[in-house]
């Protein structure tokens, strides 16, 4: 009974019950024009696509991680609302009531020949059409506030033209949603009701062709560009053949590629995370998308053309520090890293490169075996100083310097105290004779030639020496060898020094005092609770008196490339009070090290390194800390100019060997 | 305009070189080989004026199957071509032998230029260069940092008449311009030009690339050495590391009288 009269209560929605022939004829001819406009341009991006080189590495399966993706990323809107929590809801409640008006849209044109199957009377029909009214009051508020946004808050990542389109978008979409409301408030058979329905009619079909002809292609190719990801982050695909070279030419631009470029929904989130446009580089990584897009729009992908040069700039794709940043938090599913190191790489490979740094890292790879071009006689003399064992093949871990740990004075004091760490573990280890390094400046600068060249020989050699785990100071030696090598041969399981000191964080001494409290991230064993973006991580959390108060910044390699993000805060939580900058976890902002530009010389603007140690030093901290070797070299200098007396800087692997017995500690604990 | 450079393998920078049993080479069966320095620069100035100018660039290597290796790089920096004169003992012919090896491959080529780097980085005598422009009858100029080739026309593939302007090196910042008349002889010094890396394309291209094959006892020149290696020894390492006293005025004081003076670098 109450139910009955609750709804009888209600609002209908008004539909139009009758269309003479003319109107069902005009409504006809309106759908045709609509629809053959929208696939007038539609069909050639499409074209475009379907005829860019295939992916020659593509899989579709397994489809786990694509249905996922699609359902949290596409249907839940879950990055879209967690990069930018405001924009991104009113976002979602405009996507949400697209899924809604689905049927409504599907049943107002039927309705329109003739053929209605939901009658606003009928149970289904009515509280269907509640339900959509309710996404569509919430759409309509979305909207309007995305509008503000876009045209009186005027963001600067939206770029400092203003988007009429988006405007006229925004108005149609509003005009949808009230003409839809409306209708409640009339009866059928009134006039009124007609001028709705024709209202509707007209705001939907002048959105249709609007829609290919404008970043709002996103709502067509979006979903679909999520789902077919390369299938990891950052991942950079094998070169097939002889005359694949990367992206030198239009003809090298792949499905995905292309089907990305369509994608760009010119947010500008990649360009407001991008550490070379933060600091006035030539570099936008949304521009960078553009231009490709740009060059299909204009040559295709059958084009013989440069892709570098008019549409996109050598010096641009040059600056980027293969942070991933952009990539991270890109909503419609870019790939920008695979993009960029492609276009890298049809530079080098080419050989239209020309950069004296540049060449003379190359040169230093091609022959020598680090980086650094120092001779290995060096490393020799570092091992025997430092008296770490050979590996023999009977250790457990062969201990991988690389460059860095190798050569570079900071890194062997890095490498020296996880030494220390290891041997008062009790962890046997070893570290190899001879070591090459493992390509990854010259993997992400596009060299593929030195690249294999130095994987081939790494991956011999660590089969020679029988090595089943490597462990390694830097973040770049373990994701080249764990992923980049990986089209080379079966690189040995490795892990980055953080994830095995955390493991033992339980066996090392802490230096936090008998208070204890705040340890949280300190964590036992190896459960670690994984990352949670609805936990709120506020910067500069008050630390005790008398505590140490260390902010850990996150490298790229570690965080982003390969998830660690607790496991390191829990070693430095033995030694104080970990803060954390404003940006962190995965929003960490580079040291402007990587992508073989810590080998590139002067940067352009603002330096990268210089920008991130202010906002290191502005939490207070009295330790930076850090867990790559190349963060730790480009804050050295940068924590010097940020004050008279800047925070010290430590690894986490020397934060850890702080509290150890300085007495021999072998002498205790090796047997 | 025909380039020909004679380019040699040697063991690589950072290996770390052993003497063999019988005294008289080093142990090569453990070591990484790569192209000698001033070679790369010979090859590196070679294709410039090749792109300045047209023409060809040859390679030519003397030395066992592993030379093949650094042929191809050469191949893959932009060298058009290549000879290998097949010969199992470089090491026992003295710099006379390996000259006439090198020169009865070129002959046949007639070139207009003959580039190669100044000296071996394996031993280093400095003579093959100067011995093979004189087994050629070519003149010959050492020591070049740059060449400029004067009255060319890019448009003729062979300029027999055209005159080079060369640029060599002396001491203590001293250079000397020459000019001379070509086919000659040159050998080139490090540091000259800027070197190209090698890429991968040029390495696909170099699979296709000529590397014609000679066997060094067919060309009927006389092997036997006229200088005989009599052993060889590694340095005595020694440490001459010298502490300057004083404050930080005085000592710089001292560093720099030693600097102009002793060490006479500024």
């Known amino acids: 009974m109450l139910f009955s009269l609750s709804t009888a209560a209600l609002p209908i929605l008004a539909e139009p019950q009758h269309f003479s022939l003319t109107e069902k004829l005009i409504f006809s001819g309106i759908i045709i024009a609509s629809a053959s406009a929208f696939w007038r341009r539609f069909g050639v991006v499409l074209n475009k696509i379907l005829h860019s080189k295939r992916d020659p590495n593509f899989h579709l399966f397994p489809l786990g991680k694509r249905v996922w993706d699609f359902f949290w990323e596409v249907l839940c809107q879950a990055k879209v609302i967690r990069e930018r929590p405001l924009p991104g809801l009113a976002h979602a409640v405009v996507f949400w009531a ?70 006229f978008i925004a108005f149609l979409i509003f005009a949808l949603m009230a003409t839809y409301l409306a209708s409640f408030a009339v009866t059928d058979t009134s006039l009124a009701a007609r001028v709705l329905w024709w209202l509707h009619t007209l705001a939907l079909f002048t959105f249709l062709p609007i829609i290919p002809h404008t970043k709002h292609l996103h709502l067509v190719l979006s979903p679909a560009t999520v789902f077919l990801s390369r299938g990891s982050y950052a991942q950079i695909p094998p070169l097939i053949g002889d005359e694949d070279f990367g992206l030198v030419a239009g003809t090298d631009l792949t499905q995905l590629v292309s089907l990305q470029a369509y994608s760009c929904v010119e947010c500008g989130r990649c360009t407001e995370h991008c550490p070379a446009a933060n600091t006035g580089k030539l570099l936008n990584p949304k521009e960078i998308i553009l231009g490709v897009r740009a060059y299909l729009n204009d040559l295709g992908p059958s084009s013989d053309q440069p892709l570098l040069g008019k549409y996109n700039q050598q010096q641009a794709v040059f600056q980027c520090t293969t942070c991933g940043a952009c990539e991270f938090q890109c909503p419609v599913g870019i790939e920008h890293v695979p993009i960029l190191v492609g276009l ?6 080419t050989g239209a490169w020309e950069d004296d740094y540049g060449a003379k890292l190359f040169l230093a790879l091609e022959r020598g075996s680090n980086a650094l071009g120092i001779s ?8 025997q100083k430092q008296a770490l064992p050979l590996f023999d093949g009977t250790q457990e871990y062969c201990l991988w310097l690389g460059c860095m740990g190798g050569y570079d004075p900071k890194g062997r004091e890095i490498v020296a105290d996880f030494a220390r760490v290891m041997n008062y573990l009790g962890t046997s280890y070893g570290v190899l004779r001879k070591e090459k390094c493992t390509g990854d400046p010259v993997r992400r600068l596009g060299d593929d030639l030195v690249f294999q060249q130095l994987a081939e020989a790494n991956l011999e050699a660590l089969a020679q020496n029988k090595v089943k785990k490597i462990v390694s100071i830097c973040p770049h030696c373990v994701r080249t060898i764990q992923e980049d090598w990986k089209e080379y041969g079966t690189p040995p399981e490795i892990e980055h020094h953080s994830e095995f000191l955390a493991r033992f964080a339980d066996k090392l001494p802490s230096q ?23 936990h709120p991580k506020s910067p500069g959390a008050l630390a005790p008196e008398g505590q140490e108060k260390i902010v850990f910044h996150d490298p790229c390699y570690l965080g982003r490339y390969r998830n660690v993000y607790d496991e390191p ?4 939580a033995l030694a104080g009070t970990v803060l954390e900058a404003p940006r962190n976890h995965e929003r960490s902002f580079c040291c402007g090290a990587g992508g073989g530009l810590a080998f590139l010389g002067e940067e352009t603007g603002e330096r990268v390194s210089h920008n991130r140690a202010q906002e290191l030093v502005a939490t207070g901290a009295t330790t930076v800390g850090t867990a790559c070797p190349f963060c730790n070299s480009m804050f050295r200098d940068a924590l010097a100019t940020t004050g008279e ?27 | 305009m025909r380039i020909i450079v004679a380019i040699k393998q040697v063991p690589d920078r950072d290996a770390q070189v052993r003497i063999d049993a019988a005294g008289k080479w080093i142990e090569e069966s453990d070591l990484q080989f790569a192209l000698n320095e001033s070679d790369a620069y010979a090859l590196e100035e070679a294709l410039q004026l090749k792109e300045k100018h047209g023409g060809e660039v040859v390679v030519l290597s003397a030395g066992p199957e592993r030379v093949g290796q650094t042929i191809r790089e050469a191949l893959a920096k932009g060298a058009d071509r290549a000879i290998h004169v097949a010969c199992g003992d470089l090491g026992a012919r003295d710099a006379l032998g390996v000259a006439r090896l090198l020169a009865a491959a070129i002959k046949p080529e007639s070139p207009d230029l003959v580039l190669t780097g100044l000296q071996s980085e394996d031993l280093g005598f ?10 050629l009858g070519l003149p010959h100029a050492t020591l070049i940092l740059h060449v400029d080739v004067e009255g060319s026309d890019s448009s003729q593939a062979r300029i027999p008449q055209a005159r080079i302007k060369v640029k060599r090196e002396l001491e203590e910042g001293w250079f000397q311009q020459i000019e001379m008349p070509t086919p000659a002889v040159l050998t080139i010094q490090s540091g000259g030009n800027k070197l190209r890396y090698a890429t991968l394309m040029g390495i696909k291209r170099a699979k296709t690339k000529e590397v014609r094959q000679l066997i060094a006892a067919e060309l009927g020149v006389d092997a036997a050495p006229v200088v005989i290696l009599d052993r060889l020894t590694l340095p005595q390492k020694q440490k001459s590391t010298q502490i300057l006293p004083g404050t930080p005025k005085e000592a710089a ?14």
């Open chain 1, 98 to 167: 697209f899924l809604a008006f689905a049927l409504v849209t599907l049943n107002h044109c039927a309705t329109g020949l003739g053929i209605g199957f939901l009658s606003p009377g009928g149970f289904i029909g009515r509280w269907y059409f509640y339900l959509a009214a309710v996404f569509a009051m919430f759409c309509a508020v979305g909207i309007s506030g995305l509008f503000v946004r876009r045209f009186l808050i005027r963001p600067k990542w939206l770029g400092a033209k203003l988007s009429w389109e988006s405007g």
């Open chain 1, 344 to 349: 890298r790489r049809g530079a080098v490979n």
């Open chain 1, 376 to 383: 290995p006689a060096e490393r020799d003399k570092f091992i």
């Open chain 1, 512 to 534: 936090r005092g008998a208070d204890g409290e705040g340890s949280a991230l300190q964590v036992k064993g190896t459960g670690f609770s994984p990352y949670n973006p609805a």
């Open chain 1, 569 to 572: 805060r829990a070693v430095a």
């Open chain 1, 645 to 671: 007396a800047p925070p010290q800087l430590l690894d986490i692997a020397q934060l850890a060997a702080r509290a150890l017995p300085t007495a021999n500690p072998t002498k205790d604990h090796a047997s």
């Open chain 2, 126 to 135: 400095g003579q093959t260069g100067v011995i093979l422009a004189e087994l």
């Open chain 2, 253 to 266: 004081a001292a560093l720099v009288e030693k600097l102009k003076f002793e060490v006479r670098v500024l």
